[in-house]
């Protein structure tokens, strides 16, 4: 089963925000509707391919698929870019830094009614223990959303950057959210522009929040090297995989059950 189906119609996320005019001009968004420019231009690609290969022979096809990334159709970052929600910026913010490494202004252009501020992680409370990539300000920045989720004994929620925007400019802390224990939804942004002026524009994400139970339980793991019938897994599943740009999805997906003895 597609661990992201677990989630298919099974109760309702109640989402608050506290600050008068976000829900309506800029509402949480289901991942799989928010547009990403890169996954329109490789699917244009691949249906390019699709039609090439209706007219060449098997050898060439393989190598097609070799030289080229369509990496739209890859169903791993499908499901991850898919999965839960995305919050967004509320109001434009301004953030400034000057090349130090340290010294970093951020200005909001929120509405005054709206009555937030964006605060500092300190080196001495973060980065100074755990190391950042190169390329980071030293200070992560607290950026309140206005949003809160309310308590529900079913889910909790693994919070994240959002995936495969194309967003470089800062990163979203990862964690894992448990309303019971605080219902705020703020993003702790990792900023990566040491020197420069840029806007965050209201509507940019900035937080990926994707729910699983919270009575999930992290199976044990059995490791070793593989049995004959694994090596004949393998390489059969191998094979599916490969073909997998010229089939449908499920039809492969249901092969590769069949493979592995999988019971729906």
Not at 22 to 45: G, T
Not at 188 to 208: C, D, N, S, Y
Request: net charge positive.
């Amino acid at each position: 089963m597609n661990f992201f189906n677990l989630f298919k119609k099974r109760g309702t996320v109640r989402f608050i925000n506290t600050w008068p005019g976000v829900y309506e001009m800029h509402p949480i968004i289901e991942a799989k509707k928010l547009k990403r420019d890169w996954v329109e231009k490789n699917a244009q690609m691949l249906h390019d391919h699709q039609e090439k290969i209706k007219t060449c022979p098997f050898s060439e096809l393989q190598r097609y698929i070799d030289n080229h990334g369509f990496i739209a159709k890859c169903p791993g970052i499908r499901n991850a870019m898919n999965a839960g929600y995305i919050i967004t910026s509320p109001f434009d913010v301004i953030i400034e830094t000057f090349g130090d490494g340290r010294k970093c202004e951020a200005i909001s252009l929120a509405p005054k009614i709206i009555n937030h501020t964006i605060t500092k992680h300190p080196k001495e409370q973060f980065a100074g223990f755990v190391p950042q990539p190169l390329g980071t300000m030293p200070d992560a920045l607290k950026f309140p959303t206005g949003w809160h989720i309310k308590p529900d004994k079913n889910y909790i929620y693994l919070i994240t950057s959002p995936l495969y925007t194309g967003e470089t400019r800062f990163t979203t802390a990862t964690g894992i959210l448990d309303p019971y224990d605080d219902p705020q939804l703020n993003a702790l942004m990792f900023w990566h522009v040491l020197k420069g002026r840029e806007i965050i524009k209201a509507g940019t994400p900035l937080i990926q929040l994707i729910p699983f139970p919270r009575d999930f339980v992290q199976p044990k793991i059995d490791q070793g090297p593989a049995t004959g019938r694994e090596q004949y897994q393998l390489k059969a599943s191998a094979s599916l995989v490969t073909m997998s740009y010229n089939r449908n999805p499920l039809k492969v997906k249901e092969a590769a059950k069949k493979i592995y003895d999988v019971k729906s």
